[in-house]
């Protein structure tokens, strides 16, 4: 006998884990399933070896809007720092640094073209592109992105716009990779702007600045959700692969798992990555251009050190293989002896192959020529993680092959971060997919 419930949310992650909360808080019965042992998808924590490690650093912004919601709602929005300086440090090789300070007595965007301003290792003649950057910006303020800038790379969008090939390894790639990941060469500017004026041009200074988690990821969301659903006649069940919907009639009335459970509701939301649905026995009408969407890896290591080595939160590395170092003793406010470091090198294609001592070294190299206290430490303990499927690879042209949250067919609803949100796919796309299903329902 198959068990009936209001609403099936396949994946526990972010977008799936804030539709089932949207939707438990309007009174639904929902079922959430994940093929994993634990929740939490692409962003969660583990310990190993005394290391207490997220899967990758992650970085929210102030303009977070559904993610805070999110947390706000299940009792845990206190777990995320937003800090009020918006101060991004970058390091290079040989120690010399540079510093972006956006004054908090400006308002935005204002404050973010003085922070640019200050900037060393960029000329004045150089930074008189600005004025091009923002009138382009601005003409992109909502909506979507032209068709015309979406079929740009980030790197030909910024030279159109007459921005030197310096200051954009000084500022606009580091901030591109980040939000991206993937190379300018390869990521299509669209998401670039959508993210940058979402950060300058919306929500005023708080949506321009940095947060992180005070704890590890999982503990930020997962079992607060978990409860927050449960607690309200709903049930999340883990290793529970999804391999079949169940169509009747035209609608989705249900699924199947890999172990032949059928279970069945009034909607099945899929929250799954594209490259994990398109693998499910589905309807042919939902099979579409978004099969083609392709992932991008992120490796990440986290190193235990016998001393501090750095003083900044975070930071840009620039001219070097690894992207951005994070001081995890000072995010999560250790009191420990010595210094807990997290790396993070995005649109890791190359590295993704290699083996973790290999990316370990190019860790530790990066490490020694940016900062040079580290090379005086000693490495206690380190973990490497590697995520293959990290998160969409935003090449031009698949803006389109995006479907927007909410559409399917009748019974089923896609979401997940890589939906087209208007976000590149991020935790905020994630929980602005799962929020904007659970108004559809
Ligand atoms: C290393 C790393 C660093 C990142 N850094 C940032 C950052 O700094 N800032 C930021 O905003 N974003 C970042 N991201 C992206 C962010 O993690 C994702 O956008 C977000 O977690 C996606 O959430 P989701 O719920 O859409 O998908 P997922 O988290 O992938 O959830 C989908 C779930 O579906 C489950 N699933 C798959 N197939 C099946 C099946 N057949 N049956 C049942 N369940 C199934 C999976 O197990 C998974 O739990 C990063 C990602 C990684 C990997």
């Known amino acids: 006998m198959a068990s009936r419930h209001d609403a099936i949310v396949l994946g526990g992650g972010f977008a799936g884990l804030s539709a089932a909360v949207a939707l438990a808080e309007k009174g639904a019965k929902v079922l959430v399933l994940d093929k994993k042992p634990h929740l939490g998808g692409r962003a969660y924590s583990f310990s190993e ?15 977070y809007l559904a993610t805070r919601r999110f947390l706000e709602t299940i009792g845990t929005e206190n777990r995320l720092d937003v800090y009020e300086d918006v101060v991004v440090d970058y390091a290079e090789p040989g120690g010399r640094r540079d510093r972006l300070s956006c004054p908090s007595w400006l308002p935005a965007p ?12 960029v000329s004045l003649g150089e930074k008189t592109a600005l004025l091009a950057f923002d009138r382009s910006l601005k003409s992109m303020k909502s909506g979507p992105v032209p068709d015309a800038v979406e079929k740009l790379t980030v790197r030909q969008w910024l030279t159109g716009l007459g921005i030197s090939r310096n200051f954009q390894t000084r500022f606009f790639d580091p901030a591109a990779i980040g939000i991206l990941n993937d190379a300018p ?11 940058l004026r979402t950060m300058f041009f919306s929500g005023g200074k708080e949506a321009s600045r940095f947060a992180l988690a005070k704890t590890g990821l999982s503990e930020l969301y997962t079992d607060a959700a978990r409860d927050y659903v449960e607690k309200r006649g709903g049930k999340v069940i883990s290793n529970a692969k999804a391999a079949a919907l169940i169509e009747e009639g035209g609608r989705v009335v249900g699924i199947k798992t890999d172990m032949d459970s059928r279970f069945d509701a009034g909607a099945v939301i899929s929250t799954l990555p594209a490259w994990d649905l398109k693998k499910l026995a589905l309807p042919a009408a939902l099979r579409g251009p978004w099969e083609t969407l392709k992932p991008a890896p992120i490796v990440g290591a986290t190193l235990k050190l016998d001393k501090a080595v750095m003083s900044e939160r975070f930071l840009g590395m620039l001219n070097t293989e690894t992207h951005w170092v994070f001081n995890k003793s000072m995010i999560h406010g250790l009191k420990e002896s010595g ?3 997290a790396v993070v090198i995005s649109g890791a294609h190359k590295q993704i192959g290699y083996s973790p ?16 206290e580290f090379a005086s430490a000693t490495v206690l303990a380190s973990k490497v993680v590697k995520e293959p499927f990290a998160t969409l690879s935003p090449v031009p042209g698949d803006e389109a092959k995006r479907p927007e949250p909410g559409t399917g067919m009748p019974g089923f609803m896609f979401a997940g971060d890589w939906t087209r949100t208007g976000f590149p796919a991020t935790i905020e796309s994630a929980c602005v997919s799962g929020q904007a299903v659970a108004v559809r329902l």
């Open 110 to 121: 204002l404050h973010l073209a003085a922070g640019l301003l200050g900037l060393k290792g």
């Open 185 to 195: 060469e390869i990521a299509s500017a669209a998401g670039f702007v959508q993210a």
């Open 357 to 372: 001592e290999k990316i370990l070294d190019a860790a530790k190299r990066d490490l020694s020529s940016c900062i040079p």
């Open 49 to 63: 070896g005394g290391l207490d490690v997220d899967n990758g650093q992650h970085l929210f912004m102030g303009c």
């Open 339 to 341: 210094q807990t470091l």
